[in-house]
């Protein structure tokens, strides 16, 4: 469908066309975001496990998440219903940044060739994952935050108290600067280049597998499907750690200077969290990590593919 394969005995695609920039913007955003309104209870539940025991030794610690289905109950009854959607808009404008240039920047390298190229998959992908990570990190800043806010009964990390989302912005901004607003952004960058790698390399390698299985009609919405179901158990796997470094970055507290009062950066936490933790701390937040990712890589690169898929035959 939008992928091209000349090795014998595999069915021929057509030649990758090129959306409109604009519009492959937008439909990848779109297609995200849809993902992210039905995944974000389980990110609220993967941020508290990340940060609970932060830098103590298991079973030092008061665990007040003891896995998904408890956390997401833990949370319900401390916080509301509305408790398990926290952060979502900040969430849906990070989702729709970072993706729509991802996603974007990806379909115009499969559009230009380079992903035919030996490891060009995974080289645009890890470029297209850098690019919306820097972008949208201000987002990611904010919702974790936001995500983390809970009342003392169970509060795990740091709490920051802000009031809402556009008040997150502007205390940070005053705070810290512009330069404040992207902290946290070396933990991001190398987290979402990961997860992108892996996701779009993963989706576009499997898709062109189930094709030349030809279960599935080439057109079929079910070639998306199986496609992204076995990327999304490669991306659970492989994100996971960066994810918990990721969030530790975001949410530590800083000094009057803006600098993190935990960590130095992406390898002093890294090693930190190995030598505090074990390297199971790595892995904290794994099932609700693995529960989002899957259903949220489906999702969105279904989403995406058929969007994609209907925007060719319009232009066609």
Not at 20 to 36: H, I, N, R
Not at 116 to 126: D, E, H, Q, W
Not at 181 to 200: E, F, K, T, Y
Request: proline fraction near 3%; glycine fraction near 12%.
């Amino acid at each position: 469908m939008l992928q091209h394969s000349s090795e014998a005995g595999l069915v021929t695609l057509p030649r990758t066309l090129a959306i409109w920039p604009p519009l492959d913007f937008a439909l990848g955003a779109a297609a995200c975001c849809g993902a992210c309104v039905f995944t974000n209870p389980l990110e609220v539940v993967k941020t508290r496990l990340q940060l609970q025991g932060e830098l103590r030794a298991r079973g030092s610690y008061q665990r007040h998440y003891h896995g998904v289905l408890q956390a997401l109950w833990a949370v319900a009854k401390a916080d509301g219903l509305r408790g398990l959607q926290k952060g979502l808009s900040v969430g849906l404008l990070y989702q729709g940044v970072m993706n729509g240039v991802r996603l974007g920047f990806y379909s115009y390298s499969e559009a230009s060739g380079f992903t035919r190229a030996p490891g060009g998959s995974v080289l645009a992908g890890a470029t297209a994952g850098a690019l919306g990570a820097f972008v949208a990190s201000p987002a990611y800043l904010v919702k974790t935050h936001l995500q983390a806010q809970t009342v003392a009964a169970i509060a795990v990390g740091h709490q920051h108290n802000h009031v809402g989302v556009s008040s997150a912005f502007v205390s940070i901004y005053r705070a810290q600067g512009i330069v404040g607003l992207w902290r946290g952004v070396n933990g991001a960058v190398p987290r979402v280049m990961v997860g992108s790698a892996v996701q779009l390399a993963t989706f576009s390698s499997a898709k062109e597998w189930v094709v030349s299985q030809q279960w599935y009609k080439q057109d079929s919405w079910l070639v998306a499907l199986n496609a992204a179901m076995l990327s999304g158990v490669a991306v659970a796997i492989a994100m996971t750690p960066f994810d918990v470094v990721s969030t530790r970055l975001y949410n530590q507290p800083v000094d009057k200077l803006g600098r993190g009062q935990l960590y130095r950066g992406f390898l002093d936490c890294f090693v930190r969290v190995s030598r505090k933790e074990g390297l199971v701390g790595l892995y904290k937040g794994m099932g609700p990590s693995f529960m989002r990712l899957g259903p949220h890589t489906v999702i969105s690169m279904l989403l995406w593919d058929l969007l994609r898929h209907t925007a060719f035959q319009y232009e066609g």
